[in-house]
């Protein structure tokens, strides 16, 4: 799947064992309490989709002048199919490319894989804390439906946890 972004292509590749190297190090830079290898591993083993965003081959930047690289990773989701829902599991954007509007372009993706596959509603867990990541699904229709107690480890060395709030938005069908 490709989406467009600021005149290059975003590829959405199925995510591999060989692509853990490059999450992980995205991953531990990018959250408190980052997932490890086994999570990811058990992800990929229960049949969760999972992707790994990159530019699209041979696309050149057209705002910069430069090549994107096509084995650069940009970012990565992991996504769990139920019923009748789709639950976001992780979505990550390197921390060099925030602020680009790729966290947006891949929730619109998301989006419409979660219409093709005729599920009508996404929900996702996420940190009061995480302010951005708020405002983002705030300003994509995204509402709390709940809260989730203790469910994030906080401090990793102090053993306190922190909330998730838990958003819902629905997604229109095709008739």
């Known amino acids: 799947m490709a989406v467009k972004q600021n005149g290059a292509e975003l590829s959405f590749m199925p995510m591999h064992v060989a692509d853990l190297d490059e999450v992980l190090a995205i991953e531990a830079v990018s959250h408190i309490h980052p ?12 049949g969760h989709w999972a992707y790994c965003i990159r530019p699209q081959t041979d696309q050149n930047n057209t705002q910069t002048g430069t090549f994107l690289d096509p084995s650069v990773l940009w970012a990565y989701c992991i996504l769990f199919p139920a019923v009748d829902e789709l639950h976001l599991l992780n979505i990550t954007v390197s921390p060099k490319l925030r602020k680009l509007g790729i966290g947006s372009r891949m929730m619109a993706a998301i989006e419409g894989v979660a219409a093709q596959q005729n599920m009508p509603r996404i929900i996702l867990e996420v940190r009061p804390t995480n302010e951005s990541a708020l405002a983002l699904y705030q300003k994509l229709g995204y509402e709390q439906i709940g809260v989730r107690k203790n469910y994030y480890p906080a401090n990793p060395g102090s053993g306190d946890r922190e909330d998730a709030l838990v958003m819902a938005k629905s997604i229109k069908l095709e008739a």
């Open 35 to 46: 997932w490890t290898r086994g999570n990811f591993s058990d992800s990929l083993a229960a």
